[in-house]
């Protein structure tokens, strides 16, 4: 297959990296993969199940990994612990990989999450490359190097910053997924466009009935999510300034995904984040009522489940415990105006009132 990649490039000095998006990608990683074995490192796969069940023959062939060199793992929220972790170094200590050897995965956002994080701490750092196989995944974690366990519930509690070497985002392993999950990932497209680029969502707009249904490659909104999402990571690798930009609707997401049963998906979390917070950026005068009601517009083209809010007495102290709270206020990424954004910190009244309103 003739690959069509589109290259989003991570700008890091000596660790910068790209993201190959596209359809046929994968075989461009068998050369990295021979590279690596002409100078003596190995490479191994670590794979989520589904992922594996659906792609791995796939993937394998495309890496011509040896056999024996795969290693498969539970995915998904639970097996993000640091057992599994543990139990992955273990694994590769089995296997004798070293520091000079590199680690691939495959998976959704949880698994390259554990992973990567995994990779992270292996004698102080390991080579790691991805491939997400969700669409969550490829619009988001796959970038970035934020890696992670959960800590029982206290989610992404444990992690470390470690950027992988390179990312290929294989727009056909994404055909077996469902327009619900290719929705989870589109709330995060439309994130990117809302905090970073009106253009991309002029982009969507028309075309989202036929992204969701998988109709549509989608490419280039993929590749327009990470490219806002790459400017930011150079700029600030760890999160200190301008890539809080990215928590826009998180914040409430947060809260969603800790108090409301059942625990909704990250991506309807998001979703619903992106009205409430949405609703304050009006309030406080950043963005326009006509800019809210496009916004809404789109997110309601996901499709995806609206999630009744919490009691705001039960989501205030979980606001206010927020691990990225520095000031006195609670602080908010929000558009300002549509297509640009700021870190503003928001007093509890004016949410405590925002929160009668929605
Ligand atoms: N590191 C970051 O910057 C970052 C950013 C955003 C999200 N995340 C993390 O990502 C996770 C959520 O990611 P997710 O939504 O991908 O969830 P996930 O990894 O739990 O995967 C969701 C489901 O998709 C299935 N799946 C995987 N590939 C598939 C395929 N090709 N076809 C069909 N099904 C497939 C999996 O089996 C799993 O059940 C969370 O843990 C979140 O914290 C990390």
Not at 96 to 120: E, H, I, N, P, Q
Not at 251 to 266: D, G, K, M, N
């Amino acid at each position: 297959m003739k690959a069509q990649a589109i290259e989003v490039k991570v700008e890091l000095g000596g660790r910068s990296y790209s993201a190959l998006v596209g359809r046929g990608v994968l075989g461009m990683a068998k050369a990295v993969v021979e590279h690596n074995r002409g100078l003596g490192n190995r490479n191994v796969l670590v794979v989520e199940k589904v992922a594996d069940k659906l792609w791995g023959d796939y993937i394998r062939t495309a890496l011509s990994i040896l056999p024996g060199d795969t290693i498969v793992v539970a995915g998904g929220e639970a097996a993000k612990t640091w057992q599994r972790a543990e139990e992955l170094l273990r694994q590769w200590i089995e296997l004798g990989l070293g520091r000079k050897d590199w680690v691939w995965v495959a998976g959704g956002g949880a698994t390259l999450d554990l992973v990567g994080f995994a990779a992270a701490v292996f004698q102080r750092g390991i080579s790691w490359a991805n491939i997400p196989t969700t669409f969550l995944a490829a619009t988001d974690s796959c970038l970035g190097g934020k890696t992670a366990v959960n800590l029982g519930n206290l989610k992404n509690y444990a992690g470390a910053f470690h950027q992988p070497r390179v990312v290929f985002c294989e727009t056909e392993l994404l055909e077996s997924l469902t327009p619900r999950q290719r929705s989870e990932g589109l709330a995060e497209v439309i994130k990117c466009g809302a905090i970073g680029n009106v253009a991309l969502l002029g982009y969507l707009e028309p075309r989202l009935p036929d992204l969701r249904s998988g109709k549509l490659i989608p490419e280039a909104a993929l590749a327009g999510a990470l490219a806002v999402k790459a400017k930011l990571v150079g700029e600030d690798e760890r999160d200190e300034g301008v890539r809080r930009h990215l928590n826009f609707g998180h914040t409430i997401a947060h809260v969603l995904e800790r108090l409301c049963q059942p625990v909704p998906s990250h991506g309807a979390a998001v979703a619903q984040g992106m009205l409430v917070e949405g609703r304050l950026a009006l309030e406080l005068g950043m963005i326009t009522r006509d800019e809210l009601d496009y916004l809404a517009k789109l997110v309601a083209e996901l499709k995806l489940p609206a999630i009744v809010l919490p009691e705001i007495k039960d989501a205030l102290p979980l606001l206010s415990r927020d691990k990225k709270r520095t000031g006195s206020g609670i602080p908010f990424a929000l558009p300002s105006p549509l297509g640009a954004a700021q870190v503003v910190e928001v007093e509890e009244k004016v949410i405590a009132k925002l929160w009668a309103k929605v």
